[in-house]
């Protein structure tokens, strides 16, 4: 871990607004993740941590001007290509839903990001495979596999382009307690090896035990 920031987050302030009607979600944020450091964000659904990782995932944009600085570059201040070639160049995502395409191989699925980037699929797709323990199913369909299985893909497809931030959003919550255990161990083993900076959403207090900081949200807001 180094005192650089990889995310610098102040004054998040999002509201949604139906039928002439604003409510606020998250008022007025300050984050500050550091190169290598493994933070979860613990909180009851609702508290605003699935729209805060959007923002800081370049995925939405904050309702009121504040600060995000990602791998040192002002996030908030690009274009939306510059948004997408940024957060294609730093960013890896891992979602409770899988996401995975149904009808091409495990081993299509990782290498899809580096397609997307006209990157060439070289050793890193074999080398994540082998580190998610599929490198035997390489050439099945997500539909052959088990629901512990997905996850594993999507992680390996989330680190594949070698991210310097991995998000995570509840990667736990579809699974069972020892798949659950499985998917933490691997992010756990990922962030000591590589020294990959995570940033990672949950309800489920276990998940916690990984991370070198925690930080608890309620109504928006992060409290002590």
């Known amino acids: 871990m180094t005192d650089d920031p990889m995310i610098e987050?102040?004054?998040?302030?999002?509201?949604?607004?139906?039928?002439?009607?604003?409510?606020?979600?998250?008022?007025?944020?300050?984050?500050?993740?550091?190169?290598?450091?493994?933070?979860?964000i613990m909180g009851p659904s609702g508290c605003g941590k699935t729209t805060l990782l959007n923002i800081l995932g370049l995925m939405a944009c904050p309702t009121r001007a504040g600060t995000l600085r990602l791998a040192g570059e002002d996030a908030l201040g690009l274009s939306d290509a510059a948004r997408t070639r940024l957060r294609r160049a730093t960013?890896?995502?891992?979602?409770?839903r899988f996401n995975l395409l149904p009808t091409i191989s495990a081993r299509q699925n990782v290498a899809l990001p580096l397609r997307i980037r006209g990157e060439a699929a070289d050793g890193r797709v074999a080398?994540?495979?082998e580190a998610v323990g599929l490198q035997d199913c390489a050439d099945k369909e997500p539909g052959r596999l088990s629901?512990?299985?997905?996850?594993?893909?999507?992680?390996?497809?989330?680190?594949v382009t070698r991210p310097a931030l991995l998000l995570a959003d509840e990667p736990t919550g579809n699974l069972d307690s020892a798949n659950a255990e499985a998917v933490l161990t691997l992010l756990t083993e990922f962030h000591r090896t590589w020294r990959q900076t995570i940033l990672l959403i949950t309800h489920n207090e276990h998940l916690t035990v990984a991370a070198d900081r925690v930080l608890r949200m309620c109504d928006g807001r992060f409290v002590e």
């Open 127 to 129: 080398e994540l495979l």
């Open 147 to 159: 629901v512990g299985q997905q996850q594993r893909v999507a992680i390996a497809r989330a680190l």
């Open 91 to 96: 960013l890896g995502f891992v979602f409770q």
């Open 9 to 40: 987050a102040r004054d998040v302030y999002h509201a949604y607004t139906h039928a002439g009607v604003t409510e606020p979600v998250l008022h007025g944020l300050e984050l500050v993740v550091r190169r290598g450091e493994f933070v979860v």
